[in-house]
DNA sequence: TTTAAAGGTAAAGTATACTTTACGTACATG
DNA sequence: CATGTACGTAAAGTATACTTTACCTTTAAA
């Protein structure tokens, strides 16, 4: 899965810190989650769509052929 | 986090048992999302909105107000 | 040329999503 | 009554999301 995290924190001139502390996770968690290592949660996806004001699927790509569960 | 998953199964006439097959995860699985054991994946709540068609926002409520991670 | 700010990442631990196996219950139909 | 279908659920194991701690690199400024 895709995603444009990184980009869209840019974009609002917010630090990977500020918005770690924002979402109340750490900030290795949001860089993780810009540089691919992970998916997140469905409620942290949910918790970064709102603070975005966008859609999860506006932020996350998901474009199938995807294995894990 | 609510989920119209139950609602929207019955609707559409589908068994527990041939949406996991569908989903490629267990009945158990679906069976706990139903009755609200836990949440889905990120991954898991795609599958699901793309095979019903719809958005993850239209399945999964997400309230705010979780602890969750 | 030190110092700080911003970000990448690794290791080890915890929480939770999901699996397999298995059994229980309710309901329908023979 | 007996058998099958649909669903709930429990226990134990695996995979992954996320944490804490910590160190490293790059860039910019004093």
Redesign the pocket.
């Known amino acids: 899965m895709k995603n444009r995290l990184?980009e869209i924190r840019?974009e609002r001139g917010i630090?990977?810190?500020e918005l770690a502390e924002i979402l109340?996770?750490?900030?290795?968690?949001i860089?993780?989650?810009?540089?691919g290592?992970?998916?997140?949660?469905i409620?942290?996806a949910f918790k970064i769509a709102r603070y975005f004001n966008m859609s999860i699927e506006e932020i996350f790509i998901y474009e199938g052929e995807e294995n894990?569960?």
Chains 1, 2 share one sequence.
């Open positions: 990184g840019k630090k990977q810190d109340e996770v750490s900030r290795q968690t860089s993780s989650l810009e540089n290592k992970y998916n997140p949660s409620l942290l894990g569960k």
